[in-house]
């Protein structure tokens, strides 16, 4: 979910001007984005199989208890469904079913990460931006009535925790168990990283988490942090505090002395570059979770193709079912004047 | 860190599956050339998935089809691959495949423990490319649909399929190396379905599905770009329907074999609206997206409509109709 540092809300001037300072945005917006997935370009690899199983899916009529507004641009459900609640893993994700709604009909489900679990009310929340049609539609629907949702889906963000059998085995060492993480989410994108952040309240990481938004009205997560406990670094484009080159000189700073032992990353592709750098200079592992369109959410539709470049003959990865979590891992710079090498 | 279940839970998935129906009384069987399906209620090809298989219980449909199969492995088209705009879904999905061989060995066992008889979607870029593909694939299946309508691959939007000799060529090939029933999946681009349709059943084809996506080009509402990847796609959804109930009841009246319809199909009386002119068995495509019942949910409500009008077969249903 790249966010873009303009906003189109504010041009004000003559009906000629304001379309063109629209269209000017629109093309900002466009270029943003475009660089924005550029970012992602040879980051992104599949996750070693994980040790913990997937649980299965299901779909449900998850009746709506709360549906609020957050901050100036977001609304939250929150959504009864018993099974999701309790078997939900940190970073899976929801597809829902926008109901139609006067004359208005939505087709396909829209992807929503599972940003709360709450297994003894058996309660998930979602956190949404008002994006096109669907999460237009999906505004109206009222506290009582119930939305269809698919969930849950996708692999998760997993700590390195007491694990990775292959790398304990290799070094003929215990495996560590991840003590402290570094999370970093910007806008929706702090949604992926929440059951992170539950898991590491439950488990005794110790999370730093970065949030970051157009201004402070637009930061997710505050009150979910706080009551998580998490260390929280909110950084706005407002006072510039979420810019690339100052957000990693403040991590750099901060974990100078002792690096996190993982980086969790979700919300835009440069965030995922910048995570996927500090994780090769601190030689901890990166996981970045990332978006497509999705129609189906199981791997059948093969709608979701990953954004990276792939052998024409073989499909490269699925977000939906390899992921939305992905590793980040940089991609090994070519020796130079590699170009010129013949044959 | 999520821990087992603390109680036992439930969701409408399950309650779904335990309001399976007793076996009933109506006969909602259909024939396929020499294939029996226990219902006429199938999905269409690239929207269904063993993966689904957990969500639906897949034994109350008529079939399950693949997603096509091409002799070699194809990668697909680059994102986005899909989309949705007013008038529908559009997609570029591109059809990765992974060949016959591959197919075989990963994807077929899967499709086997369904426990429902197996349509195997095939596809090819000329029309000498179908009849290996089925020799490839070995006798697995129960049937082969040759898509020889995908509307976003080959020479910007023509197809195979559009052209009935071409139909004829790939037909008659294909029944070289197959007992199985051969259905022709055409397209909705072309210029006369009648001519498509008896093409195929003259070749020896045992049915005909009608039809694939419509071929469009989805753009963003305000800056006007491209939507996919790979700038076209297919258009399919609700609103196609009557566009392919057209070519449905043209198919019907041209040609013997079974007709099976495929095109934004959501509901029991969308399935019935086919059968009234003239289909015989149903695909369900974009719909099983947002509700995944949805297939079974048809099957059993054309059980229970057959059972509140007190008929014993399908077609007595539709017979009503038509007095
Ligand atoms: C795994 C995952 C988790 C997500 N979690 C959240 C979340 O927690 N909160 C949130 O606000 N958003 C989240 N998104 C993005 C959200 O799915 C889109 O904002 C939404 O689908 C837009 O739908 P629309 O109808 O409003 O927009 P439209 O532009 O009208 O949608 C048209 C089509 O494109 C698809 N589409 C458009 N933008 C996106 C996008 N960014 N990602 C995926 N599909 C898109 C739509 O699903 C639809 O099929 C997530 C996406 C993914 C893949
Ligand atoms: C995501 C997607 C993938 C598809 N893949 C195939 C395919 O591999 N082979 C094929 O013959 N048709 C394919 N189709 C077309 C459908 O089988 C069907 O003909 C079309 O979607 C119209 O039906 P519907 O309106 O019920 O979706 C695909 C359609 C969609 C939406
Ligand atoms: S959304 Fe269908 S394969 Fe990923």
Redesign the pocket.
Known sequence: MPTTPTDTSAVTGTPVTVARAALDALRRQQAFAAADEAALDGLIAVRPPARMPRPDPVWDDAVVLVHDVVGERYRRLVLATDTIATTALAGQFLMITVPSRGGERILLPRPMAIHRRHPEQGTVEVIYGVAGRGTTALVDVAVGESLLVTGPLGRGFEFPCPAEPDAAEASGTEPQPARTALMIGRGVGVCAIMGSVEDAAAQGVVATVVLSGRSWANLIGLSDCAELGATVIPVTDDDGSSALPALGELLRGLFAATPPDVILVCGAGVLARLAAELGDEWGVPVQVSLEAHM?CGLGY?H?CAAPVATDPAVEGPLVCVDGPVFDAVLPIAAPAGGDNVAG | MTIAPPRSTTDARRVFFDARPAVAAVDLSVRIGGLTLANPVMP????FGPSLGRLIPVTELGAVVT??VFGTPRGGNPAHR?TEIRAG?V?S?G?PSLGAAGYLTGQHPLYLALGVPVIV?VGGHRASEYAPVVRDLRGAGDAYEL?V??PNLDRDGTDIGSDPDAIGKVVRAVRQETDKPVIV?LPVLVSSITDCARAAEDAGADAVCV???IPALPLAPDTRSPLLGNVIG?L??PN?RPIVLRLVWLASRAVQIPVIA????ETADDALDYFSVGARAV?????SFGRPFAMVEIARALQERCLAAEVAVLAELIELWRD
Do not use: D
């Not at chain 2, 269409?44 to 929207?47: E, L, N, P, V």
């Open positions: 129609a539709c709608g | 269409a090809s690239g929207c997603k096509t899909l879904m997609n999905v059809i979607s898509n309508s995908c999946k039809a694939n996506s297919g399919s959804g196609i495929c095109g934004g199909i695909q369900v495509g974009t719909a």
